[in-house]
């Protein structure tokens, strides 16, 4: 351990943590700090962006506290809201039209005060699909808002008029806002607690606004952002560090902690080494052995709990030989699941059967699956024209497994595990680690990753069809994160059609019909599903689990 302390002790004689540990200062470690606040732009897929805005701006709604673990972690009810900017609402079914009466007297970090005219701007920023990628418009079209359609990416004048918000967000007075459907969804409200409609400043974000960015992307990405969440931006160095201040006038009241600072930490091992040494409060994304081996210290805490996160291997339909579907199913089989469990996950994990999170509402395991099997995957590739893996040389691109670079230490034992293994099947992998910013922008933009090993991806909306939606609709139909430009029209139409079914049985059987055919075609090689965990000082309470699994700074609080 003497080399542990080694590290943390030079780390801070170096000054990079100075000053970032007082009473009441909150110190987090991570492998990356956030490389934009912007929610509808290129990198909005990478988790290290999330401490950003889900902290300085805050929903109309949220979900309610649920029950407590026996670790100590808060979840939420995923069945119940409550009010946050929005004090109240209703909905009167015969208008397919939402009325929110907003809370009054809520400031922003400069002082602005929050009314309908800030959840106007939200939307149509949204609706303008003027980002690099229009998350904002997608959770307003995943949820029925009238409007917010398809058309909008049109090139022509009908799809500019579009793009403009008319009355079906409506302000009626200055605290009472509302939202009119095109049709009943249950995941309307769900779809208002997620990161990409939290409500913006309008008055600060158009102070920051140009004749050629109207919605102010430049600011977002690269100076701030404004809201009315429980922290302001204080600092932010890229690549560095990432510092916030309490909001004063938070209308929750004030945060336990005043000072946040994210740091910048590349190596998991340095982080496990400061937080031992007490050199900060709290280590992110560390490995599963390091999570083991923390839980055995003195002064920590480690704590989990099942929800969300998973592990694919993306197959671009687009790169060949992966469209192929012979060379996909020879692909899954040759994944040697239990060895990746066991090894990369110290068996803290279990195979992933389906297409969404098991704990979510609507989760089918589908009939068909794909074990490991190295003699199946032989066949299947002599059976597709490539026996022994002869003639895959002729795709060297499609086979650079990609995966994020800061996340070396979670993803590098799967990703050498992987290599190892479909060597013994005739496909030779080339490893290629990318930063995590390029490799966000082609997953979430471009769409053009051939093979992309993915552990941060997850569905924030809880439920079923969310998780299809996002992840596995056509990309022209609104599948935003279908990053393996995955194409079904029977799971395009089946899965709108199931928004709008009020009955949950016939509900569930449409979305299990969708979740079959995913697996028989394998829009990705779903891996593992895998516990989320959390490494703090001892003297650090009130971890929520979220389902973005970001840390929602105002839940933390010092031990008295």
Same mark, same amino acid.
């Given at each position: 351990?003497?080399?542990l302390?080694?590290?943390?002790l ?15 200062d ?5 492998e990356?700090v ?10 909005? #897929?990478?988790d ?13 709604v949220?979900?309610?506290?649920g ?8 979840? !939420? ?5 409550e009010?946050r ?10 208008t397919?039209?939402?009325t929110?009466n !907003? *809370?009054? &007297? ?13 959840v ?11 980002g690099?990628s ?13 409007g917010?359609?398809?058309?909008v990416? $049109? ?5 500019? $008029? ?36 939290y ?9 920051h ?8 992307h ?10 009315f ?26 945060? $336990? ?15 496990v ?6 050199g ?11 999570y ?10 480690v ?6 996160e998973?592990m694919?291997?993306?197959?671009n ?7 192929n ?5 020879a ?7 239990? *060895? ?18 098991s ?25 597709a ?8 040389? $002729?795709f ?26 479909? *060597?013994?099947? &005739? ?15 082609r997953e ?21 069809a969310?998780g299809?939606? !996002?992840s ?6 609104g ?18 059609? #199931?928004l709008?079914e009020?009955d ?18 394998l ?8 516990r ?13 689990w ?9 839940d ?5």
């Amino acid at each position: 351990m003497k080399w542990l302390r080694h590290v943390a002790l030079s780390f801070i004689a170096a000054g990079s943590l100075a000053g970032a540990a007082q009473a009441e200062d909150l110190l987090i470690l991570s492998e990356e700090v956030p490389v934009s606040l912007n929610y509808d732009g290129a990198t909005a #897929s990478i988790d290290t962006n999330w401490v950003g805005w889900d902290n300085m701006l805050d929903p109309l709604v949220y979900y309610a506290n649920g029950a407590v673990t026996e670790e100590g972690v808060q979840l !939420l009810d995923f069945d119940n809201f409550e009010g946050r900017l929005a004090e109240s609402w209703s909905f009167d079914l015969a208008t397919l039209t939402w009325t929110f009466n !907003l *809370r009054q &007297g809520v400031k922003g970090c400069d002082g602005a005060t929050f009314n309908a005219d800030d959840v106007l701007y939200t939307f149509a920023r949204a609706k303008s699909v003027s980002g690099s990628s229009p998350i904002g418009w997608f959770l307003a079209n995943t949820g029925s808002v009238d409007g917010f359609t398809p058309a909008v990416f $049109a090139p022509t004048d009908d799809g500019a $008029a579009a793009r403009v918000l008319g009355d079906e967000v409506k302000k009626i007075d200055d605290y009472t806002v509302q939202i009119r459907q095109s049709a009943p969804n249950q995941l309307f409200l769900k779809v208002l607690s997620i990161f990409a409609l939290y409500i913006f400043d309008k008055e600060t974000m158009e102070a920051h606004a140009t004749e050629d960015d109207p919605w102010s992307h430049n600011y977002a990405n690269n100076e701030g952002i404004a809201g009315f969440g429980a922290y302001c931006l204080a600092d932010w160095r890229k690549g560095e560090s990432f510092s916030l201040t309490g909001n004063p006038d938070y209308y929750r009241g004030p945060p $336990a902690y005043d000072r946040v600072v994210v740091r910048k930490v590349p190596q998991s091992a340095n982080r496990v080494a400061i937080l031992l040494t007490g050199g900060a409060q709290i280590a992110e994304h560390l490995t599963p052995k390091e999570y083991d081996s923390l839980s055995k210290a003195k002064n920590v805490s480690v704590v989990g709990t099942q929800g969300n996160e998973n592990m694919f291997l993306i197959l671009n339909f687009k790169s060949p030989p992966f469209d192929n579907p012979l060379v996909r199913q020879a692909i899954a089989h040759a994944v040697p699941y239990q *060895r990746i469990i066991d090894t990369s996950y110290f068996g803290k994990a279990h195979k992933w059967p389906g297409f969404v999170p098991s704990s979510y509402p609507g989760f089918h395991e589908a009939s068909t699956q794909y074990d490991y099997d190295p003699e199946k995957a032989k066949a299947l590739l002599a059976e597709a024209g490539y026996p022994g893996g002869a003639g895959l040389e $002729a795709f060297p691109e499609s086979f650079k497994l990609s995966y994020m670079l800061e996340r070396e230490s979670e993803m590098g034992p799967t990703a050498t595990i992987l290599h190892t293994a479909f *060597r013994e099947v &005739g496909i030779d992998l080339q490893l290629d680690p990318i930063p995590q910013a390029q490799y966000g922008d082609r997953e979430l933009v471009k769409k053009d990753l051939p093979m992309g090993l993915t552990a941060h991806v997850k569905p924030i909306g809880v439920d079923a069809a969310y998780g299809i939606l !996002l992840s596995y609709v056509s990309a022209s139909k609104g599948g935003i994160l279908n990053s393996s430009n995955y194409s079904s029209d029977m799971v395009d139409g089946t899965l709108y059609g #199931s928004l709008a079914e009020g009955d949950n049985a016939k509900r569930n059987a449409m979305l299990a019909e969708i979740q079959e055919a995913l697996m028989k075609d394998l829009a990705v090689v779903p891996i593992l599903e895998f516990r989320t965990p959390w490494a703090t000082a001892a003297n650090v309470t009130g971890i929520v689990w979220h389902p973005d699994n970001a840390l929602h700074l105002f839940d933390l609080k010092p031990v008295k």
